[in-house]
């Protein structure tokens, strides 16, 4: 049993032009995910399974809805006694602890703004955020780090009433320096009665507030109203495929919107488990360990964690439970698929969106997948690709990933860059909302993402994206990683370079570096070969683990 008939009349089509055409959303009046999702679960069927939570010590925990449900009302009850109240704003660092869920659901109910964040946000991070943001209060899951950057940044965050500390026994540790709010929310009441009149949530308000992860710049603040989780249906039943009451694991900390897209919001809509895997590093063993012992549904992760479960030894998991398997972030370089398939049978079924949005482009199952492509648009939006002016390029040619239905506001879709016109009139203009990103229509109507617009390099007349580039070198048995980027040429205006983290077992050399360069040649258009190559032991990365680009370009010289 699932709620997601509420919201579709129809769950099956024949075509994906059926889908596109006959997927057809109804958002209710004053949609709430706490009321209308959690607590109706828990009133249908208080025994049906909503979370799993296992972290690296082998601890693990098991959450029904009714269990969401009271916790969440416990915590709403903690939050509106620090006297926080509908609008008001609360950031979350709280990685994935299970109060994490609890309190994005508490917050839902009390219509208090989510700002979830990163464990890996400094003292500057979280003192822009508080300024910008006006945040009045911040729960944090403890840790070290976390701990020493807020008391660097609390005195200069002048909107905080306090900050509260998830962790066990934090009063006799810490005395009254942060709220103990596992104790507070033990001894709180059960009963919460849902707000009404002007304390009551609109479909309009504010719900959740996400920063960018800037990749290019200072982040913005991107808003997402009350409807914002009936959008991720369609990313979690038709690009994920999560099933009633199997269990879903996407690999994501909570600070990051991936967590939105893959551990919350559709999947929980759909009836799904959601899986937690606790842990604060990445470790591709540990992971694969996990995944053996949690049997999974279905399975979602970056492709930054696909490239380092495939230099694994992925015999030692079983993949057997699992029915579908997903990535989005970045652009999935096909050796890496294929490297999968070979060692799981599961193909990897590639999605495209942002923190803006729920997803835009996927392959949803309805065709062959082509390799390297990023599906078709999601049924919610109307996709076009769009070069300089505006105008509508035709099939073949590389533009702009542009929205044309953002004017009204199709359910999903961020409502504003909060408080930045200049960003809004950039990325805004006459309802059409444009990405940002760069990709190519073919004739069959599938989409070919070239990276985002400061990425692509403009080579003696050509346009080179890296995405292509990346995926040549990534099928030499030497690239753990890679990044390719521009860098200034006196002749050329500018070259590609290479940016690369060796596999293990491979020393970087002037050889190695030659290999690669003729690798390139054969395996793409000779002209896209990197004429400059540089190893490193890791790569740039933004804390949702995108791939800096800009900073080895600044690095480089080449401002963009």
Not at 457 to 486: D, N
Not at 530 to 540: C, D, M, Q, S, Y
Request: include cysteine; hydrophobic fraction near 40%.
């Amino acid at each position: 049993m699932n709620l997601v008939h509420k919201f579709l009349d129809r769950t099956e089509f024949s075509s994906y032009e059926d889908f596109k055409k006959n997927c057809i959303y109804k958002v209710p009046e004053n949609f709430n995910f706490g009321y209308d999702i959690v607590d109706e679960y828990a009133r249908l069927d208080p025994g049906k399974p909503a979370l799993v939570w296992l972290n690296d010590s082998g601890e693990e925990r098991e959450f029904t809805f009714s269990d969401v449900k009271r916790e969440s009302d416990k915590i709403a009850n903690v939050l509106r006694s620090f006297g926080l109240s509908k609008g008001d704003r609360i950031m979350l660092i709280l990685k994935q602890r299970p109060e994490v869920w609890f309190t994005l659901v508490a917050a839902a109910k009390l219509g208090v703004v989510a700002i979830p964040a990163s464990f890996q946000l400094t003292k500057k991070d979280i003192t822009y955020r508080c300024e910008v943001a006006g945040v009045k209060y911040i729960l944090f899951a403890e840790d070290e780090d976390i701990i020493a950057h807020i008391r660097e940044a609390r005195d200069e965050c002048p909107t905080l009433l306090g900050i509260g500390m998830v962790g066990d026994g934090v009063t006799l540790r810490y005395g009254d320096e942060f709220t103990d709010m596992r104790a507070l929310t033990a001894a709180a009441s059960e009963e919460f009665i849902r707000p009404t009149g002007d304390a009551a949530t609109k479909n309009d308000d504010i719900m959740l507030m996400y920063f960018s992860s800037g990749t290019t710049g200072m982040p913005k603040m991107i808003v997402h109203d009350f409807t914002y989780p009936i959008g991720h249906i369609t990313t979690a039943l038709f690009w994920q495929k999560v099933e009633d009451c199997g269990r879903h694991l996407t690999v994501s900390d909570s600070g990051w919107a991936k967590f939105a897209w893959g551990k919350i919001y559709g999947q929980w809509i759909c009836g799904a488990v959601n899986v937690a895997y606790d842990t604060d590093k990445f470790v591709p063993e540990k992971l694969l360990a996990a995944i053996n012992h949690l049997k999974l549904t279905t399975f979602c992760a970056p492709p930054t964690i696909y490239r380092f479960l495939i230099k694994e030894d992925m015999s030692v998991c079983d993949f057997s439970t699992i029915h579908h398997c997903g990535t989005a972030g970045e652009p999935l370089n096909p050796e890496v698929v294929n490297r999968f398939k070979e060692a799981t049978g599961h193909t990897i079924y590639e999605g495209f969106g942002q923190t803006e949005s729920t997803v835009l482009l996927a392959n949803f199952g309805f065709d062959e997948i082509k390799m390297g492509s990023t599906g078709k648009p999601s049924p919610i939006y109307d996709i076009d690709i769009v070069d300089e002016n505006g105008r509508s390029c035709e099939d073949g040619v590389v533009g702009s990933i542009v929205v044309k239905n953002a004017g009204e506001h199709p359910v999903g879709l961020f409502r504003e860059y909060h408080c930045d016109e200049a960003a809004m009139a950039h990325a805004w203009k006459d309802g059409v909302y444009n990405t940002g990103d760069m990709a190519w229509r073919d004739a069959d109507g599938y989409f070919w993402f070239e990276g985002r617009n400061d990425d692509v390099i403009k080579c003696s007349g050509y346009r080179i994206g890296p995405f292509e580039v990346e995926s040549a070198l990534m099928t030499h048995p030497s690239v753990l990683e890679c990044a390719v980027t521009a860098v200034p040429d006196p002749v050329r205006g500018q070259v590609v370079k290479a940016t690369i983290v060796l596999a293990r077992g491979y020393e970087a050399s002037d050889e190695l570096k030659k290999e690669l360069q003729t690798h390139v040649k054969v395996t793409t258009a000779p002209y896209k070969y990197p004429r400059v190559i540089e190893f490193v032991k890791e790569l740039p990365k933004t804390t949702s683990g995108k791939i800096r680009r800009v900073e080895i370009r600044n690095n480089d010289g080449l401002k963009k």
